[in-house]
């Protein structure tokens, strides 16, 4: 599968954003689908995952309550509703797909966990 995310762009703090994923083929369905973020300088973050069927999803905890991912299988696209924007959410935001993972693994957060990555969208926060 190929993931191409896209919707990211300037905003002042506390203002919204919501990020989409877009993945080519026919079985979208079939991935567990995750976001990932990276700010310059720091490591991979994971921010949150969500089921093959969009019934479960997992939030890191400085994104809970925040964020929320979402998808529409029939549109073969994920989401990422993103509130109350802080600057720290400055990063390169990814999205990812996974054949297979446990709820484990979601939990952990790791990117190995993932098979196929998109290219990243650009959020900036500004103060």
């Known amino acids: 599968v190929q993931l191409q995310a896209s919707g990211g762009g300037l905003v002042q703090v506390g203002g919204s954003l919501r990020l989409s994923c877009a993945a080519s083929?026919?079985?979208?369905?079939?991935?567990?689908m995750g976001w990932f973020r990276q700010a310059p300088g720091k490591e991979r973050e994971f921010v949150g995952g969500?089921?093959?069927?969009?019934?479960?999803?997992y939030y890191a905890d400085s994104m809970k309550g925040r964020f929320t991912i979402s998808r529409d299988n029939a549109e073969n696209t994920m989401y990422l509703q993103m509130n109350s924007l802080k600057p720290e959410d400055t990063a390169v935001y990814y999205c990812?797909?996974?054949?297979?993972?446990?709820?484990?693994?979601?939990?952990?957060?790791?990117?190995?966990?993932?098979?196929?990555w998109g290219q990243g969208t650009q959020v900036t926060v500004s103060s």
């Open positions: 083929g026919r079985t979208f369905s079939s991935y567990d």
């Open positions: 969500i089921s093959r069927s969009g019934g479960r999803t």
């Open positions: 990812a797909a996974a054949r297979a993972i446990l709820y484990g693994q979601v939990v952990a957060g790791y990117g190995s966990s993932y098979d196929y």
